[in-house]
């Protein structure tokens, strides 16, 4: 929920002064429900409730709302208020009451702005606007009176809705099973007055990709997707400001299925629509269940003409948009043959279809083409609708927008709107089980939308809708308002969102707890993820991300406790189960891994890997058990049957299957040397960052640990493993004094950690070289050198920018030196966003693109101990081209060399944007010359809108394989990051 906080009366929406308060129960808004001691209208007070008067001719959609402010009140305050429904225009007396209604259809409302009691001039004639302000003496017998009036149905119902939120009740209270804390007043200070409209006419939601969870759930709940789901489901959508539905169609029929559904629809307040698939109000299901014949226009038109106009003349009474043109039957492309020449026919007949059954002229009728897939294509080539029809454009089904509309086509008077998606069924790899978006992403492709003026309509597809709740509501809130949320003011989004879910009191853990498990569930979908994704062996990589996500579910664990018992239902939902669930989910995969790893190289060890998948895959059971069984006394049965685990292509497996694990037949004492044994020299076993093959292997190499340095300061490894049931003992000793050894001996049951160090105030300057020696059983001896940086040239302490280490310059792209701007353009930086940090891009992204003369770059401080040739990896969001023309550009350069110009979108083949989708980034390489050792500068240039760096790496020899790439290097002076 967004709003507008006016400080003084006024004529228009200018926004006076905007100001969110953190402990707002309403995200987004500025407070004016206040529990203290203010003085205005008493709504709860004294254990009275002030009592709500409307008018009882207005829409049945604004009673209906009405009276769910009553049980709202009564939710909050405990004392359940008088609703009187008068035609009349006095309310009975009392010293507070609530006077709610819509301009034109209620007597209460229109008389109060004639006799000037109420100045609506802001919100008359506006779509869906509403006001909420505070008067005195609004009538005779009443002392105060909070009145809101809406422009029109749907704006009278945003704002009674609007008043729950703030009196604390959650849109989630009955889909997120979200406690209403209670309040023993609740006061509307004087002086208030709220005007708000939306900034995107149509913000919808799209029940798709739904089974089994949402089927199976709805069948036992409800007995199937009739009106008393959608009766809830249209609740839910307008507490968050939402007034448009493409409703669950894989097996279901809206208008078929029950006749009620389309008539609750249109009094409560919900614009109806069928799928970028499905034309003319008709479903899918429903051709399938009476349809004739192909679903081929060519050969079969006068069947499909006649299918459609039965669903104009079903839907003639409703509000709706109609979805024109046609796809290939369950969402495919046409046929070869189906051109653009054709689509346009249909969309011809479609409209003369319109014209017959509803007389009236159809270019009065919301309708839509939706650009999904190949139908861009037709339109990229010249295919061409009416200028009333609304260009509903598209993503590419993984959150990056294809197209938007150019400076002519926001010409058009149909606008233009976006299809969006936190859920897919397709290629790559569909992707349905949990929430993998960022809301940094989201905001980064919807600005992009509101700032080229798509923005007629935004509909986003929410899978099972739970557990998508959180995306949901943000993209729904920054449709209502862009404004409200600017790039820096995201980290405050989720601070409010727990706020007013769970309280002040933790808002700040959970909103971190939420931001960091949709950071690591963007980076790879969990349905994607398997035993090699993250490296085993370089930068500790698998390590530090099973590390980070089993704390962050440990973390939710201890907040699940500390919370009140009533609140423990709604965090498991919505924030408990999705990161442990996730966490297991990584640490399975991972242990998989290891337990491959672990197996080729013998260790004993790789048995406790494959038992702890085992255990791992038993958990994720456990985990969807508690929430389908336990939570909220099992009301949520089905909603985790999402198979997830065993995917072989782009669908969804059958059953979860747990990743194949191997397993070692261990020697036992007196068989080491027996067939099938080991020698006993051999029972010891060493591993080392880097490398996959494990000591002793043949052919004999040198034994080299990864290079030591006085800037990165971070200890190197020795893994000693046992190869038999038999421990063994060993010890380890290094040949210079300023090596430091975590342990110099001792007994290896199966493993044993040695981690290797250097006191750099007793190091030689320069490069030089130690060296261990490793004994074990039966006289088993091994060296291993370790190499260490001490560069004499450059010290710490006079550093200054990010310094190489181990061959690699690894910079997060908000931590530049200096970020020159051309004029009327900023670097933003998007926070939270991407794999790692953040983003960078340029601002405003629709003022065109730049030259490289217009000097606006990002500089980066490095310094090189490796000179010569070396390339440059930049790390950018997977943006598409989402203008006409040859691709957008980035430029790079090393301090006064010609800037090299990187086309992103040069490669536009399948194979690259699946590759792209599927990491979260793309990357991108150049090579350079650099001549000197020493300090230099990297510059980068962002040349065209929508370009956004997350990160660069430099590789000066050294870059070793990984998912994520190396650590950011260290920065120096550290104190100024």
């Keep these: 929920m967004r709003m507008k906080l006016l400080c003084a009366l006024v004529s228009s929406f200018a926004i006076a002064c905007l100001a969110a308060s953190p402990n707002a129960l309403a995200i987004g808004q500025k407070k004016f429900v206040d529990s203290g001691t203010a003085a205005g209208v008493e709504l709860i007070s004294r254990g009275k409730a002030a009592a709500i008067h409307l008018d009882g001719d207005d829409y049945p959609g604004v009673l209906r709302a009405a009276r769910d402010l009553q049980n709202d009140i009564e ?39 004639v006799q000037k009691k109420l100045d609506a001039s802001a919100i008359k004639d506006q779509w869906e606007g509403y006001l909420v302000q505070a008067v005195k003496s609004p009538m005779p017998g009443v002392a105060r009176a909070l009145v809101i009036a809406g422009s029109d149905k749907r704006g009278t119902i945003f704002g009674i809705y609007t008043l729950s939120e703030q009196l604390g009740v959650s849109p989630w209270y009955w889909w997120a099973d979200v406690p209403v804390p209670h309040k023993d007043r609740a006061v509307v200070p004087f002086g208030t007055l709220v005007n708000d409209r939306p900034a995107v006419k149509y913000r919808g939601i799209f029940l798709n990709d739904e089974a089994p969870a949402l089927t199976n759930w709805a069948k036992d709940k409800f007995g199937g997707f009739n009106h008393q789901f959608y009766e809830k489901l249209f609740e839910l959508m307008l507490r968050m400001r939402s007034n448009y539905l493409w409703p669950a169609m894989w097996y279901s029929a809206f208008n078929d299925d029950d006749k009620e559904n389309a008539r609750l629809a249109n009094e409560m307040g919900i614009v109806m629509g069928t799928s970028h698939h499905e034309p003319m109000m008709r479903s899918q299901q429903e051709w399938h269940r009476y349809g004739k014949g192909p679903w081929d226009y060519e050969k079969n038109g006068d069947a499909l003409r006649k299918f459609w106009a039965e669903g104009l003349r079903n839907s003639h009474d409703y509000e709706q948009v109609i979805t024109m043109a046609m796809r290939g039957d369950g969402d495919e492309p046409m046929s070869e043959q189906a051109n653009v020449s054709l689509l346009q026919n249909i969309v011809n007949d479609q409209r003369k279809l319109i014209a017959a059954e509803w007389n009236k002229d159809p270019a009065t009728v919301p309708q839509l083409w939706a650009l999904y897939k190949e139908v861009q294509e037709y339109y990229d080539k010249g295919m061409r609708v009416p200028d009333d029809l609304l260009l509903l454009m598209c993503d590419d089904n993984w959150g990056n927008i294809r197209r938007l509309p150019t400076a002519e086509e926001r010409r058009r008077s149909g606008g233009a709107g976006i299809y969006y998606h936190f859920d897919y069924v397709g290629v790559p790899r569909s992707y349905k089980w949990l929430n993998v978006t960022q809301i940094s992403k989201v905001w980064e492709q919807m600005n992009l939308a509101s700032e080229f003026g798509a923005d007629r309509m935004w509909v986003v597809n929410v899978g099972d809708l739970k557990p998508m709740e959180i995306p949901t509501e943000f993209f729904l809130s920054y449709a209502w308002d862009p404004k409200v949320w600017p790039a820096e003011r995201l980290g405050d989004y989720l601070k409010q969102w727990a706020a007013r879910e769970f309280g002040a009191a933790h808002a700040d853990d959970i909103a971190d707890i939420v931001n960091q498990y949709t950071r690591f569930n963007a980076r790879r979908r969990p349905e994607q993820l398997d035993p090699a994704t993250f490296s085993l062996v370089n930068y500790r990589e698998a390590e530090r991300v099973v590390n980070a996500y089993n704390g962050l ?84 049965k089905h909603m985790m049957s999402q198979t997830r685990f065993g995917y072989t292509n782009w669908d969804q497996p059958y059953r979860d299957v747990m990743p194949a694990v191997s397993e070692l037949r261990v020697p036992v004492n007196g068989e080491l040397a027996a067939p099938n044994g080991i020698h006993p020299s051999d029972q010891m076993g060493i591993a080392f960052e880097g490398e996959t093959v494990a000591w002793p292997v043949f052919p004999i190499k040198p034994l080299v640990l990864p290079q030591l340095d006085v800037f990165q300061k971070q200890a190197g490894r020795i893994e000693l493993f046992n190869r038999s049931s038999t421990p063994f003992t060993f010890s380890i000793s290094a040949n210079q004094p300023w090596v430091r050894l975590s342990t110099s001996g001792g007994t290896v049951e199966k493993t044993q950690l040695v981690e290797v160090d250097v006191q750099w105030d007793q190091a030689p300057l320069g490069d030089s070289r130690a060296e261990l020696t490793v004994t074990g059983p039966d006289k088993a001896s091994v060296k291993v050198a370790v190499p260490v940086r001490n560069p004499a040239a450059v010290r710490p302490e006079q550093a200054s920018g990010h310094v190489e280490t181990r061959g690699v310059i690894a910079i997060e792209a908000e931590h530049y030196t200096a970020a020159p701007s051309a004029p009327g353009r900023r670097w933003l930086k998007i926070p939270d966003y991407g794999r790692t940090l953040s983003g960078m891009t340029v601002s405003p992204a629709n003022a065109g693109a730049l030259d490289l003369r217009d000097g606006m770059q990002l500089q980066y401080a490095v310094n090189i101990f490796n000179p010569g040739k070396l390339q440059v990896e930049a790390v950018l969001a997977p943006t598409l081209k989402f203008m006409p023309g040859s691709g957008f550009r980035y430029a790079i350069s090393f301090d006064d060399e010609a800037p090299q110009v990187i086309n992103i979108h040069a490669d536009e083949s399948e194979d690259h944007w699946r590759k792209i989708v599927s990491d979260g980034v793309a990357k991108f390489s150049s090579t350079h010359m650099v001549k000197s050792a020493g300090k230099h500068t990297l510059k980068f240039w962002a040349l065209d809108p929508g370009v956004v760096l997350q990160r660069l790496v430099v590789n000066t020899g050294g870059l070793k394989p990984s998912y994520l790439g190396p650590p950011e290097s260290p920065y120096f002076p550290a104190q100024k990051r």
């Design 553 to 636: 579910a440990e973390r939710s664990r201890r907040l699940a406790a500390a919370l009140p018992p009533q609140q423990r239902d709604a965090f498991f939902q919505l924030v408990e189960y999705p990161v442990r669930a996730s966490a297991n989910a990584l640490d399975m995969y991972v242990s998989a891994g290891m337990n491959r790893l672990y197996a080729n190289q013998g260790r004993i060890t790789a048995n406790d890997m494959a038992a702890r998948v085992r255990a791992l895959f038993a958990n994720d059971a456990e985990l969807a058990r508690q929430y389908q069984q336990d939570v909220s006394g099992g009301k949520w």
């Design 75 to 113: 939710k909050v305050g405990g004392q359940r208020p008088a609703l009187s429904l008068q035609n009349a225009t006095s309310a009975a007396g009392g010293q507070d009451v609530i006077l709610i209604g819509t301009i034109g259809h209620s007597r209460l409302i229109d008389q109060l702005i």
